[in-house]
């Protein structure tokens, strides 16, 4: 079992709805991040966040909006998605986010579906 | 009929053979490098890492190579289990990038009995 734990599993929302995914880790670590999977596709890094500070966004439209709450917490508030935005979202996380050489350890994802 | 990129690489081996996956990294800038396994409906699983001072580095059946002259990461898995089909990702990490990781486009090792 991975110890990041990704909530819900599976989202299906409509075009107009708000709606968020949330992740959690408890292993200490001090960055997390958020990725896209397309099917078939590698990760792609949407958003890092270095102790509890956005370090880094790779250009994500506004209507993601990510939180970190403490440091343990991660979510990804969903507002007015395009059908394109349908994929596995994924959390991950690592010791910390400022010097790299460190593992970074995902969870199972969130398969998400705009109708 | 069939689409553009929708078609991972394909590894097939017999069970009981080693497997080699290739990666070729784009940045010659990177130093750190881990190669992650991803089964069907889960997320990456970390499975070795290597920093760019090594060539090569040995797990619990796993060995990763790294040659930076050419820029290739290879992963290999001795006596391959049917648990071990899965899509196979290399990442690298850019020098001074933070803890940034690109990946690369992934390979689909099958596992034949």
């Known amino acids: 079992d991975t110890e990041v734990t990704q909530t819900p599993k599976h989202l299906v929302m409509g075009m107009t709805n708000k709606k968020s995914l949330k992740c959690e880790q408890h292993?200490?670590?001090?960055?997390m991040y958020w990725y896209k999977q397309k099917a078939k596709k590698p990760p792609e890094l949407m958003f890092v966040?270095?102790?509890?500070?956005?370090?880094i966004n790779e250009s994500v439209p506004s209507r993601f909006s990510p939180e970190c709450p403490n440091s343990s917490l991660l979510n990804l508030h969903l507002h007015a998605l395009q059908p394109e935005d349908s994929a596995l979202y994924l959390c991950?996380?690592?010791?910390?986010?400022?010097?790299?050489?460190?593992?970074?350890?995902f969870g199972d994802g969130t398969r998400l579906s705009i109708l | 009929g069939e689409s553009v990129g929708l078609h991972l690489p394909t590894l097939s081996v017999q069970e009981g053979d080693n497997s080699i996956i290739n990666c070729a990294y784009s940045?010659?800038?990177?130093?750190?490098f881990i190669w992650y396994k991803q089964e069907s409906g889960k997320g990456p699983q970390f499975i070795i890492d290597?920093?760019?001072?090594?060539d090569k580095r040995q797990g619990q059946r796993v060995t990763v190579l790294l040659n930076k002259t050419v820029k290739h990461l290879s992963l290999q898995i001795a006596a391959t289990q049917p648990g071990d089909s899965a899509v196979y990702f290399c990442?690298?990490?850019?020098?001074?990038?933070?803890?940034?990781?690109?990946f690369g486009t992934g390979t689909q090792l099958k596992v034949e009995l």
């Open positions: 991950a996380s690592s010791q910390e986010g400022g010097r790299g050489n460190q593992p970074q350890h």
């Open positions: 292993m200490g670590h001090r960055a």
């Open positions: 966040y270095s102790y509890e500070k956005l370090s």
């Open positions: 940045n010659s800038a990177s130093d750190y």
């Open positions: 290597i920093r760019s001072n090594m």
């Open positions: 990442a690298e990490n850019l020098a001074g990038g933070g803890n940034k990781l690109t």
